[in-house]
């Protein structure tokens, strides 16, 4: 007969061997030469990385893309005056869009485990509370397991709906000063 850690080891190795995952390293470049497929690539409120033709990159949150500019609202901790910005697309060399966290996904999928092992714990204690020290430590622990399950699901489902880091190189852009020109 299995103990109950080797169920849940076994649990968690298949769940987490099921989750595909992409290695940090490997950043999709796509070229991309007008506004309409930034549009398909991009959405506002994305986290993004911008490299200006001079070099300088601003980190922020796109706000809005139109036909030849690219709006992003800089945060106070970025390094740069904290404000919203308005760059246009032939200033651009390439932009960087960072993957959303799966925390919250984590910390949803906790909240509904513990909101179940409390409506169990709740029913049990309604309907035996004078036997509470047979059951209660089950309970606790077994609130422990819906709480760490319902986390790990959700990171899952979470990760899986997240949009993939990716960088855009605009071919609109002219080259940085110094760089050369390839034919």
């Not at 609202?73 to 390439?94: D, E, Q, V, W, Y």
């Not at 409506?119 to 509370?129: C, E, H, I, L, V």
Request: glycine content about 12%; aromatic content about 4%; some cysteine.
């Amino acid at each position: 007969m299995l103990c109950y850690r080797t169920l849940i080891t076994i649990g968690v190795a298949l769940v987490l061997g099921g989750i595909p995952t992409s290695a940090a390293a490997q950043i999709p470049v796509r070229s991309v030469s007008d506004a309409g497929e930034l549009h398909r690539e991009l959405s506002p409120k994305d986290e993004i990385s911008v490299l200006q033709v001079s070099g300088d990159v601003l980190t922020g949150r796109l706000v809005r893309l139109e036909a030849g500019n690219l709006e992003i609202r800089i945060p106070p901790s970025a390094g740069h005056p904290p404000g919203l910005f308005s760059l246009p697309l032939t200033n651009i060399r390439s932009i960087e869009r960072r993957p959303d966290s799966s925390k919250n996904g984590a910390l949803i999928g906790a909240g509904i485990g513990a909101g179940f092992a409390l409506g169990m714990f709740s029913w049990a204690f309604a309907s035996d509370r004078n036997e509470m020290d047979e059951w209660g430590k089950a309970y606790l622990v077994g609130g422990a397991l819906t709480s760490g399950i319902g986390a790990l699901l959700g990171w899952a489902i979470d990760a899986a709906h997240s949009k993939p880091r990716v960088r855009l190189e605009l071919s609109a852009a002219p080259p940085r000063p110094g760089q050369s020109v390839r034919p």
